[in-house]
């Protein structure tokens, strides 16, 4: 019998990359999310446009048995959108509903794996105050101090799933997501990530111009391209470790280096201007040791390139709009 999958958050850059990876699998797919994907036509057998809020569209989607759950959706973004502190009712209200209503409406349906994703935003602000050394160990986690609402929720979700597991039998599976990013991203808005932003300023940048930048850009992060987040998310959910787990890479960069990197790529070099901006933790790195220990795998791809990819890919959408 054919296997099925749902995947919520399907409309999203992560979301609808799964998807394609799940059909490719011979799945059959069911797709949610409050919009279809922005930048592909869907690849999903059947694709509801519904809010997850709402417990009546929850039932309506969650209608059967599963073999496979993909908890994606989520009120995210990148620094422009997390750390203002404007949206962080929205963040925790929206993302908790979710969750609370999916993993229970999962528990009464009998579905055993689910996948959650969490972000490396829940770990303490205070591990990850040296921008050369943060501590990422999934077992730094507590004292709790994320730097954002939006971290909170994500620990507190992470949580809520584990206990379920313990209280129900259910087999969900928890992963720490750090900075993903690759084609038929968010690429302009306020809601895209670093390296999206970076391709997006060099591909509109006149040669030998200037290029913007957040803060003194010696803040480090490490950055994980699309293809090996959608493979640790299945080797984990198929797994027998519920985690939580990392899932990124250990190539960790500042943002100076990750801009010089795609104004070569780009054969566009350009002048940086540091400006203020929310800028989240100072140091944060993806510590690969559990992944590595306990699914004898561990991200590998040069950042370079997944880079050449992502920036090919955002200087054809520039383009477009011109």
């Known amino acids: 019998m054919q296997k099925q999958a749902l995947v919520l958050g399907a409309g999203g850059f992560i979301g609808s990359h799964l998807v ?6 011979g799945f059959w797919v069911r797709g949610v999310d409050l919009k279809f994907p922005e930048f592909a036509e869907t690849e999903a057998d059947d694709f509801v446009i519904g809010d997850l809020r709402e417990q009546s569209i929850c039932r309506e989607v969650i209608d059967r048995r599963f073999d496979e759950v993909y908890q994606l959706a989520a009120d995210m973004g990148g620094a422009g959108y997390i750390f203002t502190g404007q949206h962080d009712a929205d963040i925790m209200h929206n993302s908790a509903t979710i969750n609370l209503n999916v993993v229970d409406l999962c528990h009464k349906r009998n579905i055993k794996r689910v996948f959650y994703s969490s972000s490396a935003c829940m770990y303490p602000a205070y591990n990850q105050e040296d921008p050369d050394n943060p501590n990422c160990a999934e077992d730094s ?17 992470e949580r809520l799933y584990l206990a379920y597991n313990r209280n129900f039998g259910m087999q969900c599976r928890v992963a720490r997501f750090h900075n993903i990013f690759g084609p038929e991203g968010t690429w302009t808005g306020g809601k895209e990530k670093a390296p999206a932003a970076i ?4 591909a509109s940048a006149a040669q030998g111009g200037e290029i913007e930048i957040w803060g003194d850009g010696t803040q480090t992060r490490s950055f994980l391209f699309i293809d090996e987040c959608v493979e640790g998310i299945l080797r984990l959910t198929r797994s027998d470790f519920e985690g939580p787990v990392n899932i990124g890479s250990d190539e960790m960069v500042s943002i100076n280096q990750l801009v ?5 790529i780009a054969g566009k070099p350009l002048r940086k201007r540091h400006i203020d901006g929310p800028l989240g933790v100072r140091g944060r790195n993806s510590d690969n040791r559990l992944i590595e220990e306990k699914l004898g795998w561990r991200p590998n791809q040069p950042l370079s ?4 990819q992502t920036y090919a890919w955002i200087e054809r959408q520039v383009r477009g709009n011109r």
């Open 20 to 25: 394609k990876r799940l059909k490719a699998e």
């Open 141 to 157: 986690a507590y004292p709790a101090a994320p730097d954002s609402e939006y971290g909170w929720e994500k620990l507190f979700s």
């Open 199 to 202: 391709c997006r300023k060099v």
């Open 260 to 264: 010089d990197m795609v104004t070569e």
């Open 305 to 308: 390139e997944g880079l050449k």
